[in-house]
């Protein structure tokens, strides 16, 4: 066969550009119109948001409840126990003074666990005569650690309007695990 220089034939040597012009799917790459930074603040400023979002949701709404594991039974395995599987603190002394327009309580524990306690602190709860109203108060124990064997001592002063009735000691962690204690204030030693 003679090949004519006019007649056009396939070449069979055609570069890959060449093979991709004749489908009809073409990629090609657009710079974008907002510059790369921007995008970044942008991410960077979104993710920020959402994460104090979440932060102010978790912290002072209940829907940390929902959310995280953390409940009541949680709070109270974090509470020590003591050696005889008893209560892990003991009421040493527990004293009051009122005055006109105050009632001063006080009072000392000790630490009967094997390890230490952290951030105990003892809410004490004063009822009065003539109304239904009680008034509650949360008060840290010094020193806020208690070695075990150590005694603490604690002091809530509160003003007061009426004649109280009567006044209660509870003991709990700032976790909100409840911590429950021995009196032995009439125990005496040999």
Known sequence: MINEPNQAQPDS???????????????????????AKKIWLGGALSFSILGLWFIYEATFTDAGERWLPYSMDTAQVLVPEAPDGQEPI????????????????????????????????????????STVN????????????????????????????????????????????IVRHKDSRLMTTP
Do not use: M, W, Y
Not at 13 to 30: C, L, M
């Open 13 to 35: 040597q055609a570069t890959s550009q060449e093979k991709n012009e004749d489908t009809p799917i073409h990629f090609g790459f657009v710079e974008p119109s907002i510059p």
């Open 90 to 129: 003991e009421l040493l002394d527990l004293t009051n003074t009122i005055s006109e327009n105050r009632i001063n309580i006080q009072g000392k524990i000790r630490n009967r666990t094997n390890q230490p306690i952290e951030d105990l602190l003892a809410t004490v709860t004063v009822s009065f005569v």
């Open 134 to 177: 009680t008034v509650a108060k949360d008060v840290a124990l010094v020193p806020n650690k208690i070695e075990p064997g150590f005694e603490a001592l604690f002091q809530c002063e509160q003003p007061i309007e009426d004649k109280p009735a009567g006044f209660t000691v509870k003991f709990k962690l700032a976790n909100g695990g």
